[in-house]
């Protein structure tokens, strides 16, 4: 009663079709009780391993595999270059694996991609594999080194195989 008659908030001049209250932000929460959405947090942030994408989100979506998705999260970040995830449900990069030795993983890869011939990665999180270089050689995929050229044959960069000199 004692606020009757005082100006207490000018609202703008419009028509006011909104649903209130407003849905939760993309990354928060929501909650079909409308006393979870009684502030700017909603229901609190998404867990860390799933994602809130829309908004309203009531249930929060699993976190797909090649990605992570820390608390609150709105997208899906894919795994860095040289990590793969092959399951569901990552919390942060670490929870990205490395790619083994003679292998590589490109960013929001699901699993290592093995080296082709003629290239090879000698350590754990490689993003590529590395060409071998002139005078060495590689023929089977997944390597961790290339071998040296075998004599009266050529190695140009990235071989798969020693090449016979001509002759002469």
Do not use: M, W
Request: net charge negative; glycine share 12%.
């Amino acid at each position: 009663p004692d606020i009757v008659g005082s100006l207490v908030y000018p609202l703008p001049s419009g028509a006011f079709d909104t649903d209130v209250p407003l849905p939760c932000a993309a990354g928060l929460l929501g909650g079909s009780d409308s006393s979870t959405q009684k502030d700017s947090l909603c229901a609190g942030p998404c867990e860390a391993g799933t994602l809130c994408s829309s908004k309203p989100t009531l249930v929060p979506l699993t976190c797909i595999p090649g990605h992570y998705c820390p608390e609150g999260s709105s997208v899906a970040l894919p795994c860095p270059a040289g990590r793969f995830r092959n399951a569901s449900g990552g919390t942060d990069a670490e929870a990205c694996d490395l790619s083994p030795p003679g292998s590589h993983s490109t960013a929001g890869s699901t699993s290592p991609k093995p080296c082709p011939p003629g290239s090879f990665a000698p350590v754990h999180g490689a993003p590529t594999c590395t060409a071998c270089a002139p005078g060495t050689y590689v023929s089977q995929s997944n390597s961790t080194e290339c071998n040296a050229c075998e004599p009266g044959s050529i190695c140009p960069k990235g071989s798969s195989a020693p090449v016979p000199c001509t002759s002469g």
